[in-house]
């Protein structure tokens, strides 16, 4: 039973091979039909699976390859005229076929599929063309006394063959007229012994449980008959061959030859039936001959094992990150020593290695993306007959490879794209014609690579995307408002072909415009992070690019650090990074959005995203990181970047799966885990989070200056003494502002972080129990969104190291006691920038 | 002397035999204190105790899943037990653990206050969960009474099953 298994496993996988091809073959085949490489190529698939399935007890499938093999036989011998009708019974077989291995891939059996009615298609395809030209009859008359001549003639010729080194130029002319005309003849009679089986299918049935009938004595001598035949063939072709080449070398043939021959003819007399029989060991050694010249270098190795062997790189990617961080901190700590060098030197070899291994092991996944392109072919044929659009696919780059698990999941999103600019984008003949372009319309399918990426990219030279229509759709499918529509460019309007319930065809066909598919497109890239952009102008076609990483499982990552988290953005999604002042950001409609050249980019901070307590902030600057995925951007603000990193995607596992905005996490070179943005997710969440992003800002635009009253203005005095404080209290009551009191260093720290107040400035003693005034400046000064917050030290100290220390540790100003009131309310003034005016 | 012999082999025989017998009828927890009671797991189901170390926190999960973090090379959820008993939360101390259990494929790790010892209990000393707590809901699989204290016994399974 397991043989079995490993049998039919094999006949599955080799099968699905060749019937990718097979598709590909078939539509050339429609515009070559005359092509013979091509038809016997498909011919072989057909004989092929027939004889495998066979063997497998298969029986349905078989009675269809069949009654396939039958005509494609006849067309292969040229009795037969390959038209856009047969091919879509040929196609119509091999679509059941495909139906077929399907089913026995997935219930072991292939009965349940009605193939009668094909079969009845294909035999009347077959019959019709075949006694319309009365081909058989005189084929099959021929067929006996063909036969019987051909070995006899080849003996003769045999006979004579020691002549050749003593024949004239004009003999050996003749000679080879001669075995030509025999070699035709023997073709003549292959075929009509082929032809016959087709035309007489039944007969063959009969004859062929002949054999369980017969006695073994009978059976040994059928098989010996048939052997005898084999040889007798075969000393023909190699007389034959040596003919091709009359050297006189051809002496060294005679000596068998003229014996098996001899004993062939009369056997061969008997019966038709040999022809076949031969055929199908010619064909078998086709099949060797090709297997031959392609497995030698090549072995089959389960998906789990590469699977396996990408996760052990990708832990040797993780302790290479760590090494890498390990051998920083150590050149750091003993520069200059000795062994350095060497560790330097190791630690480079070892991370050079993990790298080349890692390509190495990516590369093994990969695959050619012909193996999606070549199912189009087939698909735009039978898409242009159904929608009666002359189309023609060009494919370039086909050759082109990406990892194994993308391969998968692109060749939806390229279906529905396909079908899409076949439906929308290539118009009729007619109204082609009356634009003046070319009756039969282009699909251009190109791969090429660029940087990580692969490019896939989908050109038409249809009626293209008019923006205005796409917004008026729209608008009518309530898909967008009249408002949101005013502020789309046409880029963006071009994205809402993508929108889920968007569809612009007026008539819902079969083919598209059931307003899915486009979506669909959109998710499943998005899954791959990947990018779609969309080119188009009217009238003169739809570009549409998708740019997709090469690989899932290693990544190159951006991390940027939002308070004291960070986060892994993958660089695939991320279009550039730029630094601006807070007063970039404006405020549309509650939504925060800043200006990127000509584009309005809308932002979200991803402390808003990811629930991150946010503390006061009063850097004047910000990062944005700007986003693309599929068509859509988007710039996400952090409070710094920290690097590119290569970093290995690891689950979060099944207790924490399935987290909105986190794809997964990563180990980093410190040990310690950070978590990667899932950018599609984080896109979605923006739209929801928009209320606190507008907060945010006029909080920043708050911080930035504009203050509503003077108790908006808030300062914090950290000193122990009771005295102390009250008089700097009454220096500063008069201007109206918001004052807080700390007793000491911990006490400030602690009122700072619970965030009940945004400080514009700290007035801070320098001696104090617990934590003293330059300890407490320079903890402060570690959150980064304390940055810029002036401390002023208010203190006895007058000393010149006193005054170094403070400025060390974070002070901006130095007030020495005593000072008088008014010294001080200017000193706070000027350093909250307090507006006189309030 | 081979009587002799023969004697102590069958004396150790049955009373290894006898041992097997009581280990099937005894089950091994290990003892634990989160805010002032006892709690107990059965000692397969942890993968091992580590002392605390940092961690990730993870957005968009409830208070109680402090994060994720690296345990050799593995992402791992952390959970205070603390707040998933609806305790206040405390400051990690010098005897704070990571307790790691593992349910088939899942694993995650718990924070408990500190350990106690590893328990050896007769199933007959083990009596059911109160009635009070309905029995799906329940993290309690039952609890184990020993001469001077009571011990919770909970069910791993439901620790670590995702309830948001």
């Not at chain 1, 091999?94 to 009615?117: N, P, T, W, Y």
């Not at chain 1, 809308?602 to 307590?613: K, Q, R, Y």
């Not at chain 2, 008993?85 to 899942?106: A, P, Q, S, Y």
């Amino acid at each position: 039973m397991d043989e079995f298994q490993e049998i039919l496993q094999d006949f599955l996988v080799e099968s699905f091979e060749l019937i990718e091809q097979l598709d590909q073959d078939l539509v050339e085949l429609e515009s070559r039909p005359d092509d013979l490489d091509l038809l016997n190529r498909i011919f072989r698939v057909a004989h092929t699976i027939k004889g495998a399935s066979s063997f497998l007890n298969f029986d349905v499938l078989t009675h269809l390859t069949h009654h396939m093999e039958n005509l494609l036989n006849m067309a292969r011998h040229g009795d037969l005229v390959i038209d856009a009708d047969v091919m879509d019974v040929i196609l119509e077989s091999i679509d059941l076929m495909k139906a077929l291995l399907v089913r026995i891939r997935d219930k072991g059996e292939d009965s349940g599929l009605e193939i009668s009615g094909c079969v009845m298609r294909l035999d009347a395809v077959a019959n019709g063309t075949a006694l319309g030209e009365t081909v058989p009859p005189p084929a099959a008359a021929h067929a006996a006394p063909v036969s019987e001549p051909a070995p006899a003639v080849a003996a003769a010729a045999a006979e004579e063959e020691p002549d050749y080194s003593g024949m004239s130029d004009a003999e050996v002319e003749a000679e080879i007229e001669r075995l030509l005309a025999k070699r035709q003849a023997e073709d003549a009679a292959k075929r009509a012994a082929h032809a016959a089986p087709a035309a007489a299918a039944p007969v063959v049935e009969e004859e062929e449980p002949d054999y369980s009938g017969m006695s073994e004595a009978e059976v040994e001598a059928e098989i010996e008959r048939l052997i005898a035949v084999r040889q007798a063939e075969d000393a023909a072709k190699r007389a034959q061959k040596k003919e091709e080449q009359p050297a006189p070398k051809a002496e060294a043939a005679p000596a068998p030859v003229p014996v098996t021959p001899a004993a062939a003819a009369p056997q061969a007399k008997a019966e038709v039936k040999p022809a076949p029989v031969a055929r199908r060991a010619e064909a078998k050694e086709d099949g060797e001959a090709r297997g031959g010249s392609t497995v030698e270098q090549t072995i089959r190795v389960d998906v789990k094992r590469l699977d396996h062997l990408m996760n052990l790189i990708g832990e040797l990617v993780l302790g290479k990150n760590r090494l890498i961080k390990i051998n920083d901190d150590v050149e750091e700590r003993y520069e200059g020593e000795a062994f350095l060098e060497e560790l330097n030197q190791v630690v480079s070899i070892v991370s050079l290695v993990t790298t080349d291994l890692q390509i190495a092991v990516m590369k093994t996944r990969m695959l050619p993306i012909g193996k999606v392109f070549n199912k189009f072919p087939r698909m735009i044929r039978d898409l242009s007959r159904e929608l009666n659009k002359k189309i023609e696919l060009e494919i370039t780059g086909e050759e082109t490879e990406l990892d194994k698990s993308i391969v998968e999941e692109i060749g939806d999103p390229l279906v529905h794209i396909i079908r899409n600019s076949c439906d929308h984008g290539i118009e009729t003949p007619e109204v082609r014609l009356a634009a003046g372009k070319e009756e039969t319309g282009t699909i251009h399918l190109k791969a090429y690579h660029e940087g990580n990426h692969i490019v896939i990219q989908i050109v038409d030279d249809g009626k293209g995307l008019d923006a205005d229509m796409l917004k008026s759709k729209s608008i009518e499918k309530g898909v967008i408002t009249e408002k949101e529509a005013d502020g789309m460019s046409e880029k963006e309007a071009f994205g809402l072909i993508f929108r889920p319930g968007f569809s612009t065809a007026s008539q819902v066909t079969s083919v598209s415009g059931r307003g899915v598919g486009m979506d669909v497109v959109k998710t499943n890239i998005e899954k791959l992070n990947g990018m779609i952009d969309i080119d188009s102008e009217v009238g003169q076609g739809t570009s549409m690019k998708l740019k997709i990483p090469l690989t899932l499982a290693i990544i190159q990552a951006l991390l940027v650090g939002v308070q004291e988290e960070y986060y892994a953005i993958p660089l695939a999604s991320v279009l550039e990074t730029v630094r601006i002042s807070k007063d970039e950001i404006y405020t549309v409609e509650s939504r925060s959005v800043m200006r990127l050249r000509d584009e309005v980019l809308s932002l979200v901070h991803i402390g808003d995203i990811f629930e991150v307590e946010r503390v006061f902030d009063n850097s004047e600057h910000a990062y944005v990181v700007v986003l693309g995925l599929a068509e859509s951007k988007i710039g996400l603000i952090v409070d710094s970047l920290v690097g590119q990193e290569e970093i290995v995607i690891k689950s979060l596992g099944e207790y924490l799966k399935g987290i909105e905005g986190i794809a997964g996490a990563t180990i980093r070179g410190d040990g310690g885990v950070t978590l990667i943005v899932d950018v599609a997710a984080l896109m979605q969440m923006a739209k929801s989070v928009k209320s606190t992003v507008g907060q945010e800002s006029s909080e920043a635009k708050g911080r930035g200056g504009v203050k509503n009253s003077a108790s908006d203005y808030c300062v914090m005095i950290v000193d122990d003494s009771k005295t102390d404080r009250t008089i700097m209290r009454k220096s500063l009551e008069p201007m109206g502002i918001t004052l807080v009191e700390a007793t000491d260093g911990v006490e400030a720290l602690n009122v700072l972080k619970q965030g009940d107040h945004i400080f514009d400035a700290m007035l801070i003693d320098i001696e104090m129990p617990r934590m003293d005034g330059y300890t407490l400046a320079a903890e402060i000064k570690k959150y980064n969104k304390y940055k810029n917050l002036p401390l002023i030290a208010v203190t006895s100290r007058t000393g010149k190291a006193d005054r170094m220390r403070g400025v060390e540790s974070g002070m901006i100003e130095y007030i020495t006691k005593p000072y008088s009131p008014e010294y001080l309310m200017n000193v706070v003034k000027r350093n909250i920038k307090f507006n006189e005016g309030l | 002397m081979s009587e002799k012999l023969q004697q102590i082999i069958n004396k150790q025989h049955k009373a290894l035999s006898g041992d097997d017998t009581k280990i099937d009828e005894v089950i091994q927890l290990v003892g634990f204190i989160v805010g002032d009671e006892e709690f107990s797991v059965p000692i397969l189901s942890i993968q091992e105790i580590i002392k605390p170390i940092s961690w990730t926190r993870v957005p968009q999960t409830p208070a109680y899943i402090l994060g994720v973090f690296n345990l050799r090379g593995s992402v791992i959820p952390l959970i205070d037990l603390r707040s998933r008993f609806g305790l206040e939360t405390m400051k990690h101390t010098e005897e704070t653990r990571f307790i790691v259990m593992k349910n088939g494929d899942d694993v995650a790790g718990f924070v408990i206050d500190r350990l106690t010892e590893a328990i050896r209990l007769p199933k007959r000393d083990v009596g059911p969960a109160p009635d009070t707590i309905s029995e799906e809901e329940s993290m309690i699989d039952g609890v184990g009474k020993q001469a001077d204290r009571i011990i919770t016994i909970l069910k791993v399974g439901k620790l670590l099953e995702r309830n948001f």
